[in-house]
């Protein structure tokens, strides 16, 4: 199977800051069948970006996505309050399809 | 509007079985494969396999082959998750979700609110 690893594990910022996250896949991604989740305390995880670069419907366009082959990036441009959560990539080209472990972003 | 609604969260006993659903509202819930997703308390998101309502052709993650059962029906539109024989180490929240697209590979573009299924003796 394909092992995702996000890093860093914890990120601290600011609102107003650039969040930065990586995740890398232990073999290519298909397509670029790589997605991204928010999840806030309680509430189930959120789909934000799809295709590596696709947002999904509704999310603002503060979130960005980008990569190819086993290097992706999630960036949010300037922080928003609600933006502190932790953030899961996705493989869906091969099965079984696999999450990274997840960054938290944090005040 | 998809709304994908779960059963309630469950306290049982080691040895115990259990049967939690996923009751799909909206856009045809048959023709969208539906996955379910495990959350350890504390933890990351561990894909468990997907169903496909229509023809409940099923496709388990080999780390959870054998251990639980996926199921549909699709005359409801709701999908099930069981096991036969509860563990402790079952105890997480368990999300169900739609695939995004009518497609074999795509996001989970819609979620459940959870069940929370707690095993203790």
């Known amino acids: 199977e394909i092992v995702m690893t996000q890093s860093p594990g914890t990120l601290s910022l600011s609102p107003g800051e650039r969040a930065t996250l990586s995740c890398r896949a232990s073999q290519s991604v298909s397509s670029s069948f790589l997605a991204w989740y928010q999840q806030k305390p309680g509430q189930a995880p959120r789909l934000l970006i799809f295709g590596a670069s696709s947002r999904a419907t509704g999310i603002p366009d503060r979130f960005s996505g980008s990569g190819y082959g086993t290097d992706f990036t999630l960036t949010i441009s300037r922080l928003e309050p609600e933006d502190f959560a932790v953030y899961y990539c996705?493989?869906?080209?091969?099965?079984?399809?696999?999450f990274g472990g997840g960054t938290k972003v944090e005040i | 509007e998809v709304q994908l609604v779960q059963s309630g969260a469950e306290v049982k006993k080691p040895g115990e079985s259990l049967k939690i659903s996923c009751k799909g509202s909206g856009s045809n819930f048959t023709t969208y494969w539906i996955a379910w997703v495990r959350q350890l308390p504390g933890k990351g998101l561990e894909w468990m396999g997907i169903i496909y309502p229509a023809d409940s052709d099923t496709r388990y993650s080999p780390s959870f082959q054998g251990q639980v059962t996926f199921s549909a029906d699709k005359s409801i539109s709701t999908a099930y998750l069981q096991w036969s024989s509860l563990k402790a180490s079952d105890t997480a929240m368990y999300y169900c979700?739609?695939?995004?697209?009518?497609?074999?590979?795509?996001?989970?573009?819609?979620w459940g609110q959870g069940t929370l299924v707690t095993v203790s003796s």
């Open positions: 996705q493989q869906y080209g091969r099965s079984p399809r696999t």
């Open positions: 979700a739609r695939y995004s697209f009518r497609a074999a590979a795509a996001p989970l573009g819609f």
